[in-house]
């Protein structure tokens, strides 16, 4: 967790590493030079299915939309932690599709390069899962296939796409965003957009934004 200070003065960003949960003080403080900044419209932190969708669909509205991912690659968990398949897009056993929209053209484009298996005509039986009646209607993707189609339908809506970008923290005022900071290769970005959408899965800009939040089931304990 790092808990930041921008010293608006020298343009530098403050930051207090931090190993618990102990107050932190000034006097720990590494003053880091913003070497890039950047404006947007929508500024989206995270690639992964959610921020994909909400990248694309932002651009494809019109909005000069900017993707900030930590990694060098989108899909998030779905690539990075190669969790899939996607789960059940359809009625129980299968035989009406439920989730469409961007998630069904996405499933389509992959399906077209070979890299996917359209829930519709997905055939999974009890075996393959706790359920008795098993799961129907899971799409099975290629990860590669994921992160190939992910950048081109980026770059189609015209979707600034920003690699190897961590989130650090964001600037309130007046209660909204007014800025994000991330850590890059050669120093710290500073990122102003009119919205700010939190696609990081832990709730990162959110949290650091100082919207309420609860830890675990709030006692603590985590999954």
Not at 51 to 60: K, M, P, T
Request: hydrophobic share 45%.
């Amino acid at each position: 967790m790092l808990n930041v200070a921008l010293k608006r003065a020298k343009r530098v960003l403050l930051v207090f590493p931090m190993l618990s949960f102990a107050p932190v003080h000034a006097a720990d403080a590494v003053s880091l030079p913003v070497v890039r900044e950047l404006s947007c419209d929508v500024l989206v932190v995270g690639g992964g299915p959610a921020g994909l969708a909400a990248a694309v669909c932002s651009a494809r509205h019109g909005a000069k939309t900017l993707l900030a991912e930590r990694n060098g690659y989108l899909g998030g968990m779905a690539t990075a932690g190669l969790v899939g398949p996607f789960m059940t897009a359809t009625t129980p056993k299968g035989g009406t599709q439920l989730i469409r929209g961007f998630f069904d053209e996405f499933v389509r484009r992959m399906e077209a390069k070979g890299g996917a298996i359209h829930p519709l005509k997905a055939k999974i039986g009890s075996f393959s899962s706790y359920r008795a009646g098993g799961h129907y209607g899971m799409t099975t993707f290629d990860p590669e296939t994921f992160k190939s189609v992910a950048e081109q339908t980026c770059r189609e809506a015209g979707v600034e796409l920003c690699y190897h970008l961590l989130f650090v923290k964001a600037d309130v005022a007046e209660g909204r965003i007014s800025s994000a900071y991330f850590a890059a290769k050669g120093g710290i970005w500073k990122v102003v957009a009119k919205d700010y959408v939190d696609c990081t899965g832990d709730g990162d800009v959110a949290f650091s934004a100082g919207v309420p939040t609860v830890y675990g089931d709030g006692q603590g304990d985590v999954q």
